[in-house]
């Protein structure tokens, strides 16, 4: 089985740019960014329960390894950048770890390399159970409603916020129900130990107002690099500046 995606395809002796986009997204998420770079092959995915993956169904991080493994295979891609987003990065980082066979570098962006503690990962079990019950049972304008009102969106503003939703809107809830739980940050390793040993150009991009994660991107063992004018959703709200700063990546290597 492999996942619906979306080639775009130019230079063959280029590194392909394969990019995950985050929670509720989709293939589109990213073709901002990455229409910027016409000189690369580049590969939008859509994630299991997401897009043309709704019907895709995922157990668990592996699973979803397998599942881009298998995509990238079925696109003959052999060299890639992997590039993703909050739940994009997280399962960006978990297969760059698990498989890294033809990866040429890893960039995330305002994602979570995982919990260190066992109540951190208690507690945040409960709080994804119950998102994933709203998103299963409840009409998705309300949950978007709510959910764009978390800590992590403080620096979107009403419209912002409104534009969001009416994006969003039109999942199927029952399958993002279904993938919340399969990959919550609960139920991710902590993968800081495996980046830190890793054979791979790592980056780390962060919005600057977004101070949760700006704190993890000082954690690890990667250059962090701030966004300016963004806040979690940085690609969506300054999309210019996060193409400079893979732009900037990829002439270093």
Same mark, same amino acid.
């Given at each position: 089985?492999?996942l619906?995606?979306?080639?775009?395809?130019?230079?063959?002796d280029?590194?392909?740019?394969v990019?995950?986009?985050g929670f509720?997204?989709d293939? @589109?998420?990213?073709q901002?960014?990455g229409?910027?770079?016409?000189?690369?092959?580049r590969?939008?995915?859509?994630?299991?329960?997401h897009?043309?993956?709704?019907e895709?169904?995922?157990t668990?991080f592996a699973?979803v390894?397998?599942?881009l493994?298998?995509?990238? !295979?079925?696109?003959?891609?052999l060299?890639?950048?992997?590039?993703?987003?909050?739940?994009?990065?997280r #399962?960006?980082?978990y297969?760059?770890?698990?498989?890294p /066979?033809?990866l040429a570098g #890893?960039?995330?962006?305002?994602? !979570?390399?995982?919990?260190?503690d066992a109540?951190?990962? @208690?507690?945040?079990?409960?709080?994804d &159970?119950?998102?994933? &019950?709203?998103f299963?049972?409840?009409? #998705?304008?309300a949950?978007f409603r709510?959910w764009? /009102?978390?800590?992590v969106?403080?620096?979107?503003n009403?419209?912002a916020?409104?534009?969001?939703v009416?994006l969003?809107?039109h999942?199927?809830?029952a399958? #993002?129900a279904?993938?919340?739980n399969a990959?919550?940050?609960? @139920?991710?390793?902590d993968l800081?130990?495996?980046?830190h040993?890793?054979t791979f150009?790592f980056?780390?991009?962060?919005?600057e107002h977004? &101070?949760?994660?700006?704190?993890?991107?000082?954690e690890l063992?990667?250059p962090c690099?701030?966004?300016a004018?963004?806040?979690?959703?940085?690609h969506?709200?300054?999309?210019?500046a996060?193409a400079? @700063?893979?732009?900037?990546?990829?002439?270093?290597?």
């Amino acid at each position: 089985m492999i996942l619906h995606a979306r080639a775009e395809t130019a230079n063959p002796d280029q590194p392909w740019l394969v990019f995950l986009h985050g929670f509720s997204g989709d293939h @589109r998420e990213w073709q901002p960014v990455g229409e910027h770079f016409r000189d690369y092959s580049r590969l939008y995915v859509d994630l299991p329960g997401h897009g043309g993956s709704a019907e895709i169904p995922a157990t668990d991080f592996a699973q979803v390894s397998v599942l881009l493994s298998n995509t990238l !295979h079925s696109y003959n891609i052999l060299s890639y950048w992997l590039i993703g987003y909050s739940l994009g990065g997280r #399962l960006g980082m978990y297969h760059a770890c698990a498989q890294p /066979q033809g990866l040429a570098g #890893l960039i995330v962006e305002g994602a !979570h390399p995982g919990l260190t503690d066992a109540e951190a990962r @208690r507690q945040r079990a409960e709080n994804d &159970a119950r998102w994933a &019950a709203r998103f299963h049972d409840e009409p #998705l304008e309300a949950v978007f409603r709510d959910w764009y /009102q978390q800590p992590v969106f403080a620096s979107l503003n009403a419209d912002a916020r409104r534009a969001l939703v009416t994006l969003r809107e039109h999942n199927n809830g029952a399958a #993002l129900a279904a993938m919340l739980n399969a990959t919550s940050l609960s @139920r991710q390793p902590d993968l800081r130990a495996a980046l830190h040993a890793r054979t791979f150009p790592f980056y780390y991009l962060c919005g600057e107002h977004d &101070a949760k994660f700006r704190a993890i991107g000082d954690e690890l063992a990667a250059p962090c690099l701030l966004i300016a004018a963004a806040g979690h959703n940085a690609h969506r709200e300054n999309p210019a500046a996060v193409a400079d @700063r893979l732009a900037h990546i990829l002439r270093l290597h």
